[in-house]
């Protein structure tokens, strides 16, 4: 599988570029907010330091052409309001994970499933990835909102939990291949 990396993509209200040092303060908002890590299943930045650290560690993986981690940026407002990323990828089968997290005061404009469906026509468009993959925990029902909404439809289990010799577990799962994004796309124009 060739890798393509962390290339900027623009969708109608959001630019999803690589993360920059400027980001901290934006990151530290999300990163730092309990609120966003629990439902995001990651842990609490709560430092500034920490989440320095944090943003140190994403900058410095864009030299692995295999990550695929992009800050959210508003257009409006210019601010870092989140990130999405492939948190897992499985060169093997041509498959990617993706997770994403949206900064707390931009909840409910749709940003969350803006960014999700660039990614998807980002990646299907210019990579040769073959399935994308995300889950979420039953209970975490802002998440499911999105996937509901997304190109994405319920799959009975995804990778991760494949290989791991699971089914899903209080989690749901969607998926799409590249191969119903072009025919959704095919009768988009017909």
């Known amino acids: 599988m060739k890798h ?9 209200r959001l630019i999803c570029r690589r993360f920059l040092p400027g980001d901290l303060a934006d990151v530290h908002s999300w990163a730092g ?20 650290n944090l943003l140190e560690k994403y900058i410095n993986s864009y030299s692995n052409p295999a990550v695929y981690r992009w800050a959210i940026i508003e257009k409006q407002s210019c601010r870092n309001i989140g990130q999405i990323a492939l948190c897992k990828v499985y060169p093997d089968c041509a498959t990617g994970e993706i997770e994403y997290c949206i900064s707390r005061q931009f909840w409910g404009k749709g940003y969350a499933g803006e960014s999700l469906a660039g ?17 979420h925990r039953a209970e ?16 009975e289990n995804v990778e991760r939990f494949k290989r791991l010799g699971k089914t899903a577990a ?9 191969e119903d994004f072009k025919r959704a796309n095919i009768c988009k124009k017909n």
């Not at 990614?119 to 889950?135: G, M, P, V, W």
């Not at 209080?170 to 590249?178: H, L, R």
């Open 170 to 178: 209080g989690e749901v799962c969607y998926c799409i291949t590249a």
């Open 119 to 135: 990614l998807i026509a980002h990646l299907f468009s210019n990579s040769d990835f073959e399935k994308l993959e995300a889950f």
């Open 4 to 12: 393509t990396g962390t290339v900027t993509f623009e969708t109608e």
């Open 140 to 155: 975490n029902h802002k998440s499911g909102r999105v996937l509901q909404k997304s190109p994405m439809h319920i799959t």
């Open 33 to 52: 907010d309990p609120q966003i890590q629990t439902e995001y299943g990651e842990p609490v930045y709560s430092s500034i330091e920490e989440a320095r």
